[in-house]
């Protein structure tokens, strides 16, 4: 894998420090403990806000967690592209069905141990239903499902709990939505 944030040692350990001071700052809380699985998908949810992104990382960072996370190809346009993937990003172009499920979990099977935030929603605008790339990614790679959450109300964010799929996505992305009907997002939608 190539070199992130996560795997640069000395200034990992400084940005650790730093994050947990500014989560401190504004107030926010850790709740939850990650997997202890080496390989899973992290749903990331609520997706409401520009604001996820930076809260999310600061948190996945103080657990000192090494995670990938997509994002729109735009991201990475110019200067930003090295840095965004530095920080762990995967541009992904969403207008054209470029077998995105299948090329990640080609990734999971391929190593020792990853993690990919997902974005449910695809989106940070209110969906009716979430997109379930983050299920097939999951069951195709035999992998669980951690439940991340940023929750704007109580100012918490971290991990609810791991889901493992059964194989019936109906059933299990309604139990895995029925876990944040208590998780505030920055918007409602």
């Known amino acids: 894998m190539s ?58 960072i103080v657990y000192r967690l090494e995670i990938r ?7 990475f346009k110019g200067w930003r592209g090295p840095f965004m993937k530095w920080l762990g990003g995967i541009p992904v172009n969403r207008s054209s069905a470029n077998n995105m499920v299948a090329q990640t979990i080609d990734t999971y099977n391929s190593n020792e141990s990853f993690v ?14 979430w997109k379930t790339g983050f299920y097939y990614i999951a069951v195709g790679a035999d992998v669980p499902i951690a439940l991340g959450f940023l929750d704007y109300k109580c100012k918490k964010g971290g991990f609810l709990s791991t889901w493992y799929p059964t194989g019936d996505i109906e059933k299990d992305i309604a139990g895995i939505q029925s876990c944040y009907a208590e998780v505030s997002g920055k918007y409602a939608g």
């Open 3 to 60: 070199k992130t944030i996560y795997n640069t040692p000395i200034l990992l350990g400084v940005v650790a420090i730093l994050c947990r001071f500014f989560l401190k700052i504004i107030g926010w809380k850790l709740q939850g403990e990650p997997p202890l699985e080496s390989k899973y998908v992290l749903v990331a949810a609520p997706h409401t806000s520009n604001w996820d992104f930076p809260l999310g990382l600061a948190i996945m």
């Open 69 to 75: 996370w997509m994002g729109k190809e735009t991201l």
């Open 116 to 129: 990919v935030a997902i974005p449910p929603e695809g989106t940070r605008s209110k969906v009716e239903r």
